[in-house]
């Protein structure tokens, strides 16, 4: 699982990129993803994977396109937007990138230019920067409130009795689409562990889509599970899993 996939595969015509340990990564990952969908009865297309290539160079993310995966997760801005630029030369064709990462006011507008999603949104300001800074010729940017779904004193996220307001506020603004939310639950060594707080996530989106206060034609994202509980997270209504050290390796020391 841990050793670095090889970046030096030529990219040129001929060369051999279907057997590679990171393809067969991926592959292994979405077969659990259709499985855990089989288990709990959902459609496997009801699932995305979002390969979080955090820390991990161009060449990483070049290598998943060619395995056919499309959305790639960043929390850092600076080394996001050198790849995304490096991954476009180098494969011709766009990604789809998603910020995952703690969001700060100073930050919003190059995320609002070059990111399709944002999955950190926790506070009304960084929603109005990005709503007044996404560049009015791109389509809108879709975003996923975060949630501190374990109220964790140190946790980024907006506490679940404050995500009412909050997605009412973020569905009016323009240029963005709330999509939904997202969480990190408290890190445990026992992926089910982690199950009351997928569900209170799922709980949650499903009282804010009741009241009816906010727009939820595309409010159908909730973005949970990572590389060591993602299987659970689908069991309880994940629709995108943000996986990365189960497909890239273990990360570099930053
Ligand atoms: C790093 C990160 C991930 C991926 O974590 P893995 O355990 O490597 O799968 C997912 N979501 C967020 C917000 C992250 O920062």
Redesign the pocket.
Known sequence: MNEKVSTNAPLGKGADHSITALGERLAAIRAAMARACERSGRAPESVHLLA?S?TWPADNVVQAALAEQTAF?E?YLQEALAKIETVHDRLGRALEWHF??PLQSNKTAEVARHFDWVHSVDRLKIARRLSAQRPAQLSPLSVCVQINISAEASKAGCLPQDAQALCEAVTGLPGLRLRGLMC?PRAVDDAQAARPAFRRLRELAEAIRAAGSVDTRNFDTLSMG???DFEVAIEEGATCI?????IFGA?NPK
């Open positions: 979080v955090k997760g929390n995952i990462g990190i990572m590389s060591k943000r996986v990365g050290s189960a990360r």
